[in-house]
Nanobody, 123 residues
Framework: QVQLVESGGGSVQAGGPLRLSCSAS?????????MGWFRQAPGKEREAVAT???????SYADSVKGRFTISQDRAKNTLYLQMNSLKPEDTAMYYC????????????????WGQGTQVTVSS
């Protein structure tokens, strides 16, 4: 059974950093798979934040480019999201996701989801 478990969320002041981690167990990370981070703010749709392929190719939402960095440690089956220069509009529940890729992004519907970790940025 695949489990994705996020950690590292919390409350931070605007301009500060946070680092999210996602530990994947029971998951076989195939060469044609991606892992990524999504987020959902209250009253808004879930949106893709950052994606990384098995081979290490990354993509980002325009709203986080230059501030967030996605990385992975395939030996540990762990995904990371380093978030710098956080803004109040980054406040959301952040979800780890994994599964097959399609044109460099996670194919919809996403196959595996974590339970989420809350990030709150105060001004």
């Amino acid at each position: 059974q695949v489990q994705l478990v996020e950690s590292g969320g919390g409350s931070v002041q605007a301009g500060g950093p946070l680092r999210l981690s996602c530990s994947a167990s029971g998951y076989t990370y195939y060469f044609n798979h991606c892992m990524g981070w999504f987020r959902q703010a209250p009253g808004k749709e879930r949106e893709a934040v950052a994606t990384i392929s098995w081979g290490g190719i990354t993509s980002y939402a325009d709203s986080v480019k230059g501030r967030f960095t996605i990385s992975q440690d395939r030996a540990k089956n762990t995904l990371y999201l380093q978030m710098n220069s956080l803004k109040p509009e980054d406040t959301a529940m952040y979800y780890c996701a994994a599964g097959p890729c399609q044109k460099g992004v996670l194919a919809i519907p996403v196959r595996y989801w974590g339970q989420g970790t809350q990030v709150t940025v105060s001004s």
